[in-house]
């Protein structure tokens, strides 16, 4: 349904200080497949305007999907009535300036239009995805999936804001499971669901899935002859894919400053990180660059601007081993008096927004991989997260990878089955003494980063060179 979100914001009767309309248009199509076999075919749209108000120094929310004056006058005063009540308790008393002023746009890249692949050619691409993956009568279950999404964010403001956002973002998944006797071992494309960008069609080129189908079929056979991972405190080399999970848990969610004053606390966790940290902890090595950038192009969480209107721009959080800046949003900030950053993100009309991260990146170093690999004696290589543990304050953890080998007199050799690893975080990455060049670096991300009451699960991005890391505790088993 087409609103002129301008003319509704103009009619709006309410005393407020300030009144945000936000109305989101997202619709999903997924489709996959299983053995060959079509599990889903769907399609579904949502489509909805939050609206926020300020009064009395709080921000109040609430959403409708009826797109008409009648109903948005309705919830814009139950925002206004929740921001008086608020105000009663308040820890913080807000302004205008936390909402500033923006105008602009942004659009997600593409190189082909959805337009140009119909949904015949995506059920064959999965079919065939599947049928690829069977290199083996040991292959006993192949799955593919594809999913697209279309959303549209236009979000306008009492101040003058009026920012208009339109992102495509495309995510694949292909696995095989193979067994031999009681062995069972599955292998995925880099992880569960971590193919996920901006882009068009070009995403599911069929040749390059073909190619990356039979390599995970045939590394799911190859793992059911390994052995176990050894036991062992060793030197580490995690590869991007795996780097991504450790990356997002380890430095994505400590550094939310919500999470730092407690706000998550009773759900989702605290952070070992305290504000007096910023400027002084040393997180890392000094090896160790960590930006928040959601400027780079075709990555999965990149955006114009934030949900609450602030311009994202390219920050670093972590440099030379220095944590600097928080993943905070400017009410977050406020409160914190510490550097954040415009991650003030929803996952819908439908929620208000909340401090997230988006692209959190490792920055390459000058290291080549055979290089890399070369000056290690006896050490482990990893790839693609399997499962994740780690503790309320982000702290301690404990992750598990589906393929390794083993490093020994400076060649990658024998490979390993059920390799796990465990840390502290500021230990693990003050251990970290190589980190991979350009030709090294590459791109993931999930969709499925959850938080915050009622939850939301929310698009993040991740890059990442290979980086190795010394006196790491490895182990075999199921994690």
Not at 279 to 285: D, E, T, W
Request: hydrophobic content about 35%; aromatic content about 8%.
């Amino acid at each position: 349904m087409q609103i002129n979100l301008q003319t509704i914001l103009n009619s709006i009767n309410l005393n407020a200080d300030w009144i945000g309309l936000r109305q989101v248009t997202e619709t999903t199509t997924t489709r996959s497949m299983r053995d060959g076999k079509p599990q889903s075919n769907g399609r579904s749209q949502t489509q909805g305007i939050m609206v926020e108000v300020l009064a009395q120094g709080q921000f109040g929310y609430s959403a409708t999907n009826y797109l008409t004056i009648e109903s948005i006058q309705k919830a814009a005063e139950v925002a206004y009535k929740q921001a008086i009540n608020a105000a009663n308790w308040a820890v913080h008393s807000f302004s205008i300036d936390q909402r500033p002023k923006a105008v602009g746009h942004y659009y997600s890249p593409y190189l082909k239009p959805l337009e140009l692949l119909s949904p015949q050619d995506i059920n064959d691409l999965l079919f065939k995805v599947c049928e690829t993956l069977k290199v083996s009568d040991k292959i006993v279950k192949t799955s593919a999936l594809a999913q697209i999404t279309e959303t549209e964010v236009q979000l306008i403001s009492s101040n003058g804001s009026d920012i208009y956002q339109k992102f495509l973002f495309i995510v694949s998944n292909y696995a095989a499971t193979a067994q031999d006797a009681s062995i069972i071992q599955t292998r995925t494309d880099s992880g569960l669901g971590s193919r996920c960008y901006q882009g068009g069609t070009e995403l599911l080129d069929l040749e390059t899935s073909i190619n990356r189908a039979k390599i995970i079929g045939e590394q799911a056979v190859e793992l059911l002859s390994a052995p176990d991972c050894p036991t062992a405190t060793t030197q580490l080399v995690l590869a991007p894919d795996q780097m991504m999970l450790q990356i997002h848990e380890s430095i994505g969610h400590p550094l939310e400053i919500d999470r730092i004053l407690g706000d998550e606390r009773n759900y989702a966790g605290s952070s070992f990180v305290k504000l007096s940290d910023f400027g002084n902890l040393v997180y890392g090595s000094p090896l160790m660059n960590v930006t928040f950038d959601p400027s780079v192009s075709g990555q999965f969480a990149s955006y114009g601007f934030d949900d609450g209107g602030l311009q994202a721009t390219r920050e670093y959080l972590i440099k030379d081993g220095i944590l600097l800046r928080g993943l905070g949003s400017l009410e977050s900030q406020t409160r914190a008096k510490i550097p954040g950053v415009a991650n003030f993100r929803a996952c819908s009309w439908n929620r208000a927004p909340i401090d997230r991260m988006a692209n959190i990146n490792l920055e390459p170093g000058t290291s080549h991989f055979n290089e890399m690999i070369s000056e290690i004696e006896y050490g482990v290589y990893m790839e693609s997260n399997r499962s994740w543990s780690i503790d309320d304050y982000r702290n301690k953890f404990q992750f598990g990878c589906e393929y390794a080998k083993l490093i020994e007199n400076g060649q990658l050799t024998k490979t390993v089955k059920n390799p796990n690893y465990r840390g502290i975080t500021n230990q693990f990455w003050r251990g970290l003494s190589q980190v991979g060049n350009e030709s090294t670096v590459e791109m993931y991300g999930t969709p499925f980063c959850g938080k915050g009451e009622p939850n939301q699960a929310i698009r993040v991005g991740h890059s990442s060179p290979v980086c190795v890391f010394d006196n790491v505790e490895v182990f075999g088993g199921m994690a």
